[in-house]
């Protein structure tokens, strides 16, 4: 009998590997062609994986379903996993299902879930009708599943009292975690300034401006931190292009680091008083489990920043994602 946890970015296979831990034996099916997920598997460090865990780039067949104790879902809106779990569950009987934080929106989706009769999506996405009769059934099979008491939430957001009465009204349990297996591993890397910038994709996908951005990276790297030099060590999001961090490279005082692995194992034990500055970010609430003695700072959203393609919706969920982010870490730091 076998856990199986089907994931579709970096930051899900971290989550899962966490929820997995002390597993007997477990398989970890990693989506290879999604985006940074061929260079994350060669990057992987040697011994990162607890044991019992294994890595597959194959989906799940469907028989071999039928034996697995547990599903672990990286991204409840994917459509290739919505196919993959509502096809197995035509076959045979779902095991209990494990949802896995997939950034910031996890916490709109869950609350779609717990709260709702229809299908999911996230704040950016517009199903098709297609698209749409697939979540809607995905969704029903998965508040059957909650309503027996098989279906949990693991995760290291912080979700707020209505959504986690809304859970427990669903019978969805929320198992929390603090990255203790990322942070058992010790495969952290010192900055090599004294701040750190943690880089967004908000202006890679066109919802930003790409010059206020830079303008906030290049105030960012010294201006209103406290630190005696304008140094700070920038971290890519994986959809910023080449050209655009060589534009970002050029600014004052900043470095960029190289594309690597998630920040989750880069920065897992940064140096006391390390000034870590960010727009609204899920790594925000990771980097701060894991590095309580830094200082963050989350920036908000100006309202002139947004270009046309950001939905009033986003624009909506990031200031309120943005505000609890300010508030928690606070009350952390």
């Not at 019992?52 to 991204?75: F, M």
């Not at 990771?286 to 919706?313: G, I, K, Q, R």
């Amino acid at each position: 009998m076998t856990a199986r946890a089907l994931v579709e970015s970096p930051f899900q296979f971290v989550s899962a590997l966490e929820a997995l831990r002390g597993t007997e034996e477990a398989v970890v099916h990693a989506r290879p062609d999604a985006r940074g997920m061929e260079q994350f598997l060669r990057q992987l460090p040697e011994g990162w994986l607890p044991p019992g865990v294994t890595v597959s780039t194959r989906p799940p067949s469907y028989a071999p379903q039928a034996r697995t104790t547990r599903l672990l879902v990286g991204d409840l809106c994917s459509g290739r996993i919505q196919r993959t779990v509502s096809q197995s569950y035509l076959l045979s009987l779902l095991p209990e299902l494990t949802i896995l934080d997939d950034g910031l929106a996890t916490l709109s989706v869950v609350e779609q879930l717990v709260s709702g009769t229809g299908p999911l999506s996230r704040p950016r996405q517009r199903l098709s009708p297609v698209r749409s009769r697939l979540s809607a059934f995905f969704a029903a099979r998965l508040r059957g599943l909650a309503r027996k008491g098989r279906v949990d939430w693991f995760t290291a957001l912080r979700p707020g009292p209505e959504l986690r009465a809304s859970a427990a009204a669903r019978s969805v349990r929320i198992r929390e975690h603090r990255f203790e297996h990322a942070r058992s591993v010790g495969s952290g890397e010192a900055p090599e300034s004294e701040a750190v910038v943690i880089g967004s994709a908000m202006a890679a996908d066109g919802l930003i401006r790409p010059a206020a951005y830079l303008d906030w990276v290049r105030g960012a790297a010294g201006r209103g931190t406290g630190l005696s030099a304008r140094s700070a060590t920038y971290y890519p999001h994986r959809r910023e292009s080449p050209d655009f961090l060589a534009r970002v490279a050029q600014l004052e005082g900043v470095r960029v680091a190289e594309p690597g692995l998630p920040l989750e194992l880069r920065l897992s034990s940064l140096p006391p008083g390390v000034h870590v500055l960010s727009l609204p970010s899920t790594a925000v609430v990771s980097l701060a489990t894991m590095n309580p003695e830094a200082v963050f700072a989350v920036t908000p959203v100006e309202p002139a920043w947004w270009t046309d393609a950001a939905p009033a919706e986003f624009r909506a969920s990031t200031a309120r994602n943005g505000k609890a982010l300010r508030e928690w870490t606070r009350q952390t730091c």
